[in-house]
């Protein structure tokens, strides 16, 4: 079946630092790759995704390289900021299959 | 445009009682989904509907969970009775069509449910 691995929390960084949260995935087929962000007190927000292989998928200054060979999907941002506070998802879906499998979430602390 | 609006946003009841939440997808989204969320893990899918039929209802405790989705907009969720292991945020979300892997799905805010 399909799993996600996600990098352990909790991160924290300073402002302006480098992130990376490292995310792994099992899958059958073609998945379509995704990154959720879920900001205090509010739902879960797609923030970007990629549908196949090389794909970069990019938004809001973060970006992810959809990596088969690795079967790797990993979250990079070159300068946070404190409104990235937040936790990110990374979740999966099988080609004609909406149906999300999630990571269990990273929570991204930014300290001014 | 409106999001998905979910309800109540936060409950407390006592392990054996019943408890209902509602949900209200994006106007014209023919797909809706129930996920549960327990404190530090991800989502899990409870069940999918497609308009008001079941797609996938196989995470789904059936013998204290039911959903149904009449006329094929709004939503309920109902457990009976609760248990201890059904705190959990449960989070309801739309989505336009059914049956593309590339399709977004819209998420509500959540209902956080404590079972005491």
């Known amino acids: 079946g399909n799993s996600v691995t996600q990098m352990e929390g909790p991160v924290t960084l300073s402002e302006e630092a480098f992130l990376t949260i490292n995310c792994t995935y099992t899958?059958?087929?073609?998945?379509?790759l995704f990154w959720y962000v879920q900001y205090p007190g509010e739902g879960l927000q797609l923030l970007l995704k990629?549908?196949?292989?090389?794909d970069k998928g990019s938004n809001k200054g973060f970006e992810a390289t959809y990596r088969k060979e690795t079967t790797s999907f990993h979250l990079e941002k070159g300068s946070v900021q404190v409104s990235d506070s937040a936790v990110y998802f990374c979740?999966?879906?099988?080609?004609?299959?909406?149906?999300?499998?999630f990571g269990t979430g990273t929570r991204l602390t930014i300290i001014p | 445009e409106a999001g998905v609006a979910q309800s109540p946003r936060y409950k407390i009841i006592e392990k054996r009682q019943s408890v209902a939440f509602w949900c209200n997808p994006i106007?014209?989204?023919?797909?809706l989904y129930w996920y549960q969320q327990i404190l530090g893990q991800g989502p899990k899918l409870l069940i999918q509907?497609?308009?008001?039929?079941?797609?996938?209802d196989s995470q789904l405790p059936k013998d204290r969970f039911s959903a149904e989705r009449l006329k094929g907009v709004d939503s309920t969720l109902k457990i009976q009775p609760a248990k201890l292991e059904d705190s959990a945020v449960y989070l309801c979300?739309?989505?336009?069509?059914?049956?593309?892997?590339?399709?977004?799905?819209?998420f509500g805010p959540g209902t956080r449910l404590t079972v005491l």
């Open positions: 979740a999966l879906n099988n080609f004609g299959n909406e149906k999300l499998t």
């Open positions: 509907f497609q308009n008001n039929g079941v797609v996938d």
């Open positions: 979300a739309s989505s336009l069509d059914f049956g593309s892997s590339y399709n977004e799905q819209f």
């Open positions: 990629a549908t196949k292989a090389d």
């Open positions: 106007s014209g989204h023919a797909t």
């Open positions: 899958a059958t087929g073609y998945p379509s």
